[in-house]
């Protein structure tokens, strides 16, 4: 695949790495040229220095033969027209925009194919979407979920008192008597896909498939609480911030049964949720949108107004100010000061780290997320969506057996998956499972596949599909 980039930033530089570490074609413009300069030093493929609202830039990216385009400049606007140009002179390719202004909601709505854009993404509600899910699994870790799938891949310390410290991955089932799957180890700045001889250490962090029931017990087995969470505080009035309460009332109000959401939303109530920001504008704005919500006009610096407002009681935090060492900062003085949970949203996938080595709960990268955002539907044929953990050296893929696939009618133990891939399980029709040894390809199944970076399109191919 063939794919034009517009805009070295830190979203565009994720994305082409991911791209080219997938031996995709990539061309990368950026107006700025000492970003350029950089992009070019650090990224194997081509720069060019240019505006890519200049069509004959984007003719000397290639946009003539690519088959996508990806307008993630920091302009809304600009990223619409360069969509725009090449709707005109290459209506075949692939558009894809990044947007964030309330303005481009409407656009930004439902399927409909707007201004030539196939696909827009805006990274603010990619964020509250994150921040939403990650509340209603109880903030104990990254949770994944796989839409109508019942099952979930959650992320399990391993602290010196766990019981799960010190035994091989063999044992860890049995152990948690809990029908589950240990799919990875993250150990320091390693990731590894395990065999059943790996030893678990102090330090780990471990993700785990099953359901969310299954995943509960492992968590209580582990000594963490996995709790419905009553009382949450929103920390910085930022459009995140905003995005995250319109979401929980909303959900709140019309809560789907059988989803995880109604679990979380039995004991959630609007009146326990609460906005903290130091800015009396940003106050008084958000206190008039959201009645029934409590709005503090505090700074949540300020030792006394914590302990005044008892704040030590909240359930959960959440920090979504436009500052991502304030948000890294306020969550750990507010776990400190007896807050249980503590979710922060930050930039970079470096800061995700360094906050998840603090004791954060759980981590929101925004550029990560938008850029996942983006794969899943640049990607195409045959993976239905993407997902990276951990520091993105690993995938989740979802992937449609093809008819012609080489695998049909090919038992799972007879067969040798590409090594650094797993298959977590397998959705055929309404059944979904954790296959077995004895398990048989079959056309159409929907089977989701943990691999390391840089076997995606061997995954396709096997699977049936080509780029």
């Not at 990268?365 to 045959?382: A, H, N, R, Y």
Request: proline fraction near 3%.
């Amino acid at each position: 695949m063939r794919v034009v980039i517009v805009g070295a930033g830190m979203v565009g530089t994720i994305l082409a790495r991911h791209l080219i570490d997938e031996k995709h074609e990539v061309s990368l413009v950026e107006q700025d040229e000492s970003r350029a300069r950089h992009a070019s030093n650090r990224l194997d493929c081509l720069v060019v220095h240019g505006s890519g609202n200049n069509i004959h830039t984007l003719e000397e990216a290639g946009i003539g033969r690519a088959d996508a385009l990806v307008a993630v400049t920091q302009s809304d606007e600009l990223n619409l027209i360069i969509c725009g140009l090449v709707e005109a002179r290459y209506p075949q390719v692939k558009k894809i925009a990044r947007v964030r202004n309330e303005e481009y909601d409407e656009l930004t709505r439902g399927n409909n194919r707007a201004l030539g854009i196939d696909h827009f993404v805006d990274p603010d509600i990619e964020a509250a979407q994150s921040v939403v899910s990650a509340l209603a699994h109880g903030a104990l870790g990254d949770v994944l979920s796989f839409g109508d799938s019942p099952f979930e891949l959650g992320t399990i310390p391993i602290h010196a008192r766990s019981p799960f410290c010190g035994i091989p991955v063999k044992q860890f089932r049995s152990l948690a008597k809990a029908e589950v799957l240990l799919t990875m180890v993250h150990r320091a700045e390693e990731t590894l896909i395990p065999s059943g001889t790996t030893t678990l250490l102090e330090g780990d962090r471990v993700y785990v498939l099953g359901t969310q029931d299954q995943i509960k017990k492992v968590y209580e087995l582990n000594g963490q609480k996995y709790r419905s969470l009553k009382k949450i505080a929103i920390i910085g009035g930022s459009r995140v911030g905003i995005l995250t309460i319109r979401s929980l009332l909303e959900k709140s109000a019309t809560p789907k049964r059988g989803t995880f959401f109604s679990w979380f939303f039995r004991s959630f109530s609007q009146k326990n949720l609460l906005l903290i920001d130091k800015d009396y504008e940003v106050c008084k704005s958000i206190a008039a949108q959201f009645p029934q919500i409590l709005v503090l006009n505090e700074d949540i610096s300020d030792e006394t107004f914590v302990s005044e407002e008892g704040l030590h009681d909240l359930d959960a935090v959440v920090t979504t100010t436009e500052n991502q060492e304030l948000n890294i900062i306020t969550a750990l003085y507010l776990k400190n000061r007896g807050v249980d949970r503590a979710i922060a949203l930050v930039g970079s996938p470096g800061y995700a780290a360094i906050a998840r080595h603090l004791g954060i709960d759980v981590i929101i990268p925004m550029k990560s997320v938008v850029v996942d955002s983006i794969l899943t539907f640049l990607l195409g044929e045959g993976i239905n969506r993407f997902h990276s953990l951990g520091d993105g050296s690993v995938e989740v893929m979802e992937l449609h057996l093809g008819d012609h696939s080489e695998l049909i009618g090919t038992r799972l133990d007879v067969f040798g998956l590409v090594s650094g891939a797993l298959i977590l399980y397998v959705q055929r029709g309404k059944e979904t499972f954790i296959p077995q040894g004895n398990y048989e390809f079959k056309a159409q199944d929907r089977i989701v596949v943990l691999a390391k970076k840089g076997f995606e399109q061997d995954l396709k191919r096997l699977f049936g599909h080509r780029s």
